[in-house]
């Protein structure tokens, strides 16, 4: 687990006076060195965690390294070990996890994308499929085979597992539940593994066509490591004016004060850009801005299990993501714009002063959908 995690460099040992004044000598200086080399084997003998097979849990490694310069931060004591993003994990076990757990998800979608839906509802129009319920369950069982001991964060069976774990998956095994239930083609299953509450992996698997000629292609990213589309790499794209752009947005189910200004930024909007969509599946919105092939999107009021996969995917590919006043954005938001960053300052000139107004209304803008216990770095 640990491999991904060099070895602590040991300092070079003093020169003794006696070296310094002989350093011409080469006799001399070899001898030394070699009793430099002795009393290293010696010591590391002695220290489990400078054995070769043996290499320390990072968090020890900070433990022990504070111990004796309490001064230095843990982004520094990071930076120095070289800790991935993706924590203890390597980045490529985790992100393959990942994309086999929405793979299993999508499978599962697959065979029921054009047979008959049996639907209840979690609201006046929320709406729910068997095929939901199914979709993540195929993928919790992914998730647990692989990591026991990991929290999961479902959309339709809440939280589950170690609330201590520096781990937290966010799943929406059916995102744009309405849009799959009607048929009409902008729905995905999306999967996003955080650590210590940062995006580390994340994949989407967004469904193509429509009725009798159904397709997929996978979104993936992993921390530090690109976005990808179906194996190639992906950019948001170079367009730098709203004039020239193609946004996206979305609404809650309640029509209140953030819904109606929602309505009114898609107004404005719609009127100084190419145009505002509205497809109803934030995953596969945000996926389309890593894409490039549109430049923005926004919404009010998503859920962690909406914005964990997405979130990471723009910013693998270039975007940026903040809150929509602005500032640092976490997936436990009530607020989330993304774009290709060329355009970002442009859009909040207008999205931030309205979303202001609504914390003056005493809107709550504070983190939701956080597990109580869970360990973040922020």
Not at 24 to 33: A, G, K
Not at 69 to 80: N, Q, V, Y
Not at 121 to 131: A, F, N, Q, S, W
Not at 331 to 337: H, P
Request: hydrophobic share 40%.
């Amino acid at each position: 687990m640990y491999d991904s995690v060099p070895l602590l460099a040991r300092p070079p040992p003093t020169a003794s006076p006696s070296r310094i004044k002989h350093l011409n000598t080469r006799e001399e200086e070899d001898e030394e060195e070699e009793e430099d080399e002795d009393e290293e084997e010696d010591e590391a003998s002695k220290s489990p965690f400078l054995h070769e097979s043996i290499t320390p849990p990072p968090l020890l490694l900070l433990l022990l390294i504070s111990l004796h310069a309490p001064a230095i931060s843990r982004h520094t004591l990071e930076c120095c070990l070289r800790i991935p993003k993706t924590g203890p994990i390597p980045a490529a076990e985790l992100l393959g996890v990942v994309e086999a757990a929405a793979r299993t998800g999508a499978e599962v979608v697959m065979e029921a994308v054009n047979k008959p839906r049996n639907i209840s509802y979690k609201g006046l129009t929320d709406l729910v499929t068997d095929t939901d319920k199914m979709s993540e369950s195929a993928i919790l069982e992914v998730v647990r085979k692989n990591f026991k001991g990991h929290l999961i964060l479902g959309e339709e069976g809440g939280l589950i597992g170690d609330s201590l774990s520096d781990y937290l998956w966010c799943i929406d095994p059916l995102d744009g539940t309405t849009n799959f239930a009607h048929g009409y083609p902008s729905f995905a299953v999306s999967v996003g593994v955080l650590f210590r509450g940062k995006p580390a992996a994340a994949s989407v698997v967004e469904f193509l066509g429509g009725h009798m000629c159904w397709n997929t292609r996978t979104f993936a990213a992993s921390s530090g490591g690109g976005a990808f589309c179906n194996g190639q790499k992906i950019h948001v794209s170079q367009t730098d004016q709203v004039e020239r752009s193609l946004l996206v947005t979305g609404f809650g189910y309640e029509h209140d004060d953030p819904w109606t200004t929602n309505m009114n930024l898609f107004k404005e909007f719609t009127d100084i850009s190419r145009g505002v969509r509205r497809l109803g599946a934030a995953a596969v919105d945000m996926s389309h801005v890593a894409l490039g092939i549109v430049e923005a999107y926004w919404e009010y009021r998503l859920k962690p299990w909406d914005m964990a996969a997405g979130v990471l995917i723009v910013e693998e590919a270039g975007g940026v993501v903040t809150r929509m006043d602005g500032g640092k954005f976490t997936v436990f938001d009530r607020s989330v714009l993304v774009s290709n960053g060329a355009i970002h300052e442009k859009l909040l000139e207008r999205i931030g002063p309205a979303t202001e107004e609504l914390k003056k209304k005493g809107i709550d803008f504070s983190l939701w959908f956080k597990p109580e216990n869970y360990p973040t770095d922020f």
